[in-house]
């Protein structure tokens, strides 16, 4: 029997992506709440090309470790991303490190849902700023 590892998997999406194929990969984690529900929704991945703040992406980072997270900050070729769903940290890696950007997240009734509108971003800025408050937004959250 030949067990395949999320690594694996992961690997094998970033090879089709730089193909030029676009990738559906379900996630799981809480640490883009509420914006990516893990374990309920997919993400659509395509080749990077141009990244920014505010970008969700697919990287490599602290050279041991996948995880798709928004970007917080660029500084030349250093790259600082924060999943919306934590409350502190912070991962790094190279512009290089990036595999994929997340265009869409496909819901648990396969709709698929354009993250860069006009709403979402600006979502995920006030979001952003509440991290002070997300603790508390996150438990009233996760009750609901």
Request: charged share 25%; with cysteine; hydrophobic share 40%.
């Amino acid at each position: 029997m030949n067990i395949v590892t999320d690594r694996e998997i992961i690997e094998e999406a970033i090879r089709l992506v730089r193909e030029g194929v676009s990738v559906t990969l379900p996630v799981n984690g809480n640490s883009m709440l509420p914006f990516i529900i893990g374990g309920k929704e997919s993400v659509i991945l395509h080749s990077p090309g141009q990244t920014s703040v505010g970008d969700v992406v697919l990287t490599w980072v602290d050279n041991n470790r996948y995880v798709i997270h928004r970007i917080i900050s660029i500084d030349g070729e250093c790259v600082t991303l924060m999943g919306d769903g934590n409350l502190i940290g912070t991962e790094h890696c190279k512009l290089n490190d990036i595999r994929a950007i997340v265009t869409h997240v496909v819901d648990d009734k396969e709709c698929t849902h354009y993250i860069y509108n006009r709403w979402r971003k600006l979502g995920a800025k006030l979001w952003f700023w509440l991290r002070p408050t997300r603790k508390y937004l996150l438990a009233i959250y996760r009750r609901l």
